[in-house]
C-alpha cells in the first residue's frame, strides 16, 4: 500500500539552527508532495507544495526539495524560531490523500 | 473569508451509541474529506466526498459512513461506538478533486474530538 515515513518522531534544536526533516515514500509515484504544520489540539496547516518536476521550493523561510528518484522530500526551516515549534507533515495524493506519522519539532531558546 | 468549521468541537459517548460530526466547508468549496487522527495511527483517510458524491473511502469499516448535502456541508457517522474510536476527527475542504487538474490543497478545521467511555 502507499506508504510515508518521516526520519523522526521527534526534533530537538537550538534556536537559530537550521531544522532538517525527511519525508520518504513507497509504492507510488506522486506528481506532488505536500507539507503540513499541526499544532497541538489543531487541525494541520497547508505550507508548501512541490511537484514532481520541481527540485526545489521555497517560501520565506522554508525550503522543501523532492528527489523522485530516491522517493523522498527534505523539509528545511533555517534560522529557527520557538515559535516554529509544531509536528510537521508530508503528505500525497494517489487514490486519496496519504499522510506521513509526522516529526515533533521543539526549538530550543 | 470563513475557515472550515466543524462541530461539535467536543463530545463523549459510550460504548454502543452513535455520533454524528458536521462539517461545513470554506464557501466555493466543493471537496470535503474526512481524517482520523489518534497518536498511534496517524492521520486516516476515511472517505472524500466531490458535489454530494464519494469519490473514496478509507479502510474503515462500514460503522463509518458519510455524506455530504447539495451545499457542500457534509456529516459523518459512527454507529455502534467502540472504545477505538476515540479519536479527533478533521474534516477539510479543498477546491477541487486533487489529481485532477487540482493540486488539492486541503483547508483542515480545528477538528472533532470524540471520547467513547
Known amino acids: 500500500s502507499q506508504k510515508i515515513e518521516q526520519n523522526s518522531e521527534a526534533l530537538n534544536i537550538q534556536e537559530g539552527k537550521t531544522a532538517t526533516l525527511t519525508c520518504n515514500y513507497t509504492?507510488?509515484?506522486?506528481?506532488?508532495l505536500q507539507w503540513y504544520r499541526q499544532d497541538p489540539g489543531r487541525g494541520p496547516v497547508f505550507l508548501l507544495l512541490?511537484?514532481?518536476?520541481?527540485k526545489e521550493k521555497r517560501k520565506e523561510r522554508l525550503k522543501v526539495t523532492f528527489d523522485t528518484t530516491l522517493k523522498q522530500s527534505l523539509f528545511h526551516i533555517t534560522a529557527s524560531q520557538p515559535a516554529d515549534s509544531a509536528t510537521y507533515l508530508c503528505a500525497f495524493y494517489g487514490q486519496n490523500f496519504v499522510f506521513g506519522p509526522g516529526t515533533r519539532l521543539s526549538v530550543l531558546p | 473569508k470563513a475557515g472550515v468549521t466543524q462541530t461539535p468541537r467536543y463530545l463523549i459517548k459510550t460504548r454502543g451509541q452513535q455520533v454524528t460530526l458536521s462539517c461545513s466547508p470554506i464557501s466555493g468549496h466543493r471537496s470535503v474529506s474526512w481524517y482520523q487522527q489518534t497518536p498511534g495511527q496517524g492521520l486516516q483517510f476515511l472517505f472524500e466526498y466531490f458535489s454530494e458524491t464519494q469519490r473514496n473511502k478509507g479502510n474503515f469499516p462500514g460503522r463509518f459512513s458519510g455524506r455530504q448535502f447539495s451545499n457542500s456541508r457534509s456529516e459523518m457517522n459512527v454507529s455502534t461506538l467502540e472504545l477505538g474510536d476515540s479519536a479527533l476527527y478533521l474534516c477539510a475542504s479543498s477546491m477541487g478533486v486533487a489529481g485532477e487538474g487540482v493540486s488539492g490543497e486541503l483547508f483542515f478545521g480545528e477538528g472533532s474530538r470524540l471520547t467513547v467511555l
Open positions: 512541490i511537484r514532481e518536476n520541481e
Open positions: 509504492n507510488y509515484s506522486p506528481a506532488y
